[in-house]
């Protein structure tokens, strides 16, 4: 029984000191790629991303710019990130991350594209700009 008690108050404790270590993941890490393939000489790409956990800010992108980041999913899986694009009078708002995605980005990276006619997901067209 003290040999359970002990490994019960040890191993939460172990996993804590651990969540704070950027390098370190104990479950599955992935990136997330927002690209600006817009024309050349269009208005700046605006985003802004965040999850439940982490605000990522607001980001201006140049065409051809890569806005990316990493992060490790969560313990029982659940993360979630989305992001709003801002394109001149265009807008678009969606989830760039789910982990119930199974298998939807390619060795857990996930390419997204602002193009003029819409935001693609791995060279897929998912969604068209709305206007503002």
Not at 90 to 99: A, D, L, P, Q, S
Not at 125 to 130: R, S, V
Request: aromatic letters at 18%.
């Amino acid at each position: 029984m003290k040999i359970l008690l002990l490994f019960l108050l040890l191993i939460p404790n172990h996993l804590l000191s651990f969540s704070y270590e950027k390098k370190r993941c104990w479950t599955q890490k992935y990136e997330v790629h927002i690209v600006n393939s817009l024309p050349q000489n269009s208005p700046t790409l605006r985003l802004h991303c965040a999850s439940g956990n982490d605000d990522l800010g607001y980001h201006d992108l140049l065409v051809n710019q890569d806005f990316q980041w990493s992060f490790c999913d969560k313990f029982f899986g659940g993360t979630l990130f989305f992001c709003h694009l801002w394109w001149g009078s265009k807008n678009k708002g969606f989830e760039v991350f789910n982990t119930h995605w199974e298998g939807r980005c390619r060795n857990y990276i996930c390419d997204w594209v602002a193009k003029s006619d819409g935001i693609y997901f791995n060279r897929e067209k998912l969604y068209d700009w709305q206007d503002n």
